[in-house]
């Protein structure tokens, strides 16, 4: 056991031959056109069910899809065709029913049974502690028929729901190999942090990161923010260096970017040039030369370069959104280039948030080659781990 997870159980702590393992996963998916798209989650969540069942577990995969009432709330049974191309599985449209539990009760050692969409459940998504979700009729229903559940959800961890939260108060519970990695690397790179620490901070969601900013600071843990993309715009428009567009999303944060300046002015570096777009064309110029109301998508070369130098003498990186709009080729070399200096960097980096793990795959690196980083696959639940939020999924799995 190491140090990071001695607070938990975690798969090797079970002998799950024979035994019923309800197993929370996360394989909810991009949906265009009505169609489920493979995702990293789903062949993720694949390889723990996958161990499971080769230990002989009869596993139930509980999982959701969407947000009711939305485009993208559908059943289970697209995903148990993607999960198909990773093990076998029976997929039955029911969660609580007869069906269900009469399929649970005739599972043979291995096999692998995916239940239907759990927030078609309302008692599922309500407001309530671990305990009152532990008396639901959810938890009622399947937890007599299970031995042990394992959560390997971290991005659903922020969520006191029923799935998250109920079963472990009943059940022998624990961690799955990727909820593992999850805790980990953020063990390591919020509580262990090895200096000089970096981090890299872009995307579109100002107000996320700057409470991310505030918190760190606050913690005197930290060397260097590295801004981008829109939140790098923000420090230059409160420096006074290029013209913006101010509507009342961004007031709030351009007045805390201008307190952060006043008080740690030293630890925030933000871009020297950027690039703008030209007849249809990248063209990269000084920040001085901004124009009123002129769209930047990307950062320089001149700021890749000295960000670049920033991560390589680092030890610890930590990246939140990427730093241009890199949906667009000619727009991707910014974030790229941020990319290419931590895969370069002896730094134990974190990489999460937002398009962030997209980005890496979209702009042409493979994550394999990233020896000393970790990409977290979660959204909420990483931006709460790291301003030090509790996880009501991750402190119902502590040993009791």
Request: aromatic fraction near 6%; charge should be neutral; glycine fraction near 8%.
């Amino acid at each position: 056991m190491s140090e990071e997870l001695e607070s938990f159980l975690t798969m090797d702590d079970f002998d799950v031959e024979g035994k019923t393992v309800l197993f929370r996963a996360d394989i909810n998916s991009v949906v265009i056109n009505g169609k489920v798209q493979m995702k990293e989650r789903i062949e993720e969540n694949a390889k723990t069910i996958r161990e499971l069942s080769d230990k002989g577990a009869k596993v139930v995969i509980l999982a959701h899809q969407g947000r009711a009432g939305g485009d993208d709330f559908l059943s289970l049974e697209q995903h148990a065709q993607l999960l198909r191309r990773f093990m076998e599985l029976r997929y039955i449209g029911d969660i609580i029913g007869p069906a269900a539990r009469a399929a649970i009760k005739n599972l043979d050692n291995g096999e692998v049974l995916l239940l239907d969409n759990v927030r078609m459940l309302a008692e599922e998504t309500l407001d309530k502690t671990p305990e009152e979700h532990s008396k639901s009729i959810f938890v009622r229903r399947l937890a007599p028929l299970a031995d042990i559940y394992i959560n390997d959800a971290f991005s659903v961890a922020h969520r006191s729901h029923a799935s998250v939260v109920g079963f472990p108060k009943v059940l022998d519970a624990g961690v799955g190999r990727l909820m593992e990695r999850e805790l980990r690397a953020l063990e390591r790179a919020v509580h262990r942090i090895e200096r000089p620490c970096v981090y890299v901070l872009g995307g579109v969601k100002p107000e996320e990161v700057f409470d991310i900013m505030e918190h760190i600071l606050e913690r005197k843990k930290i060397d260097s923010i590295l801004t981008t993309g829109v939140i790098g715009n923000i420090f230059l428009h409160a420096k006074g260096i290029i013209p913006m567009k101010v509507d009342k999303y961004l007031f709030e944060s351009v007045n805390r970017a201008r307190r952060i300046l006043e008080n740690e002015g030293d630890r925030i570096k933000y871009p020297e040039d950027v690039a703008i777009e030209v007849k249809g064309r990248r063209e990269e110029i000084s920040v001085e030369k901004v124009k009123p109301e002129q769209p930047i998508y990307d950062i320089g070369k001149k700021t890749s370069a000295k960000y670049s130098e920033i991560i390589r003498n680092a030890r610890t990186v930590i990246m939140k959104g990427p730093s241009g709009l890199y949906e667009k080729e000619a727009f991707a070399e910014g974030t790229r280039d941020i990319f290419k200096a931590i895969s370069n960097s002896d730094a134990f980096s974190l990489l999460g948030g937002g398009h962030t793990s997209a980005a890496i795959s979209d702009v042409g690196m493979d994550k394999r080659k990233m020896a000393n980083a970790h990409v977290s696959l979660a959204g909420g639940a990483f931006l709460r781990y790291l301003l030090g939020k509790r996880l009501p999924g991750i402190e119902v799995l502590k040993r009791r």
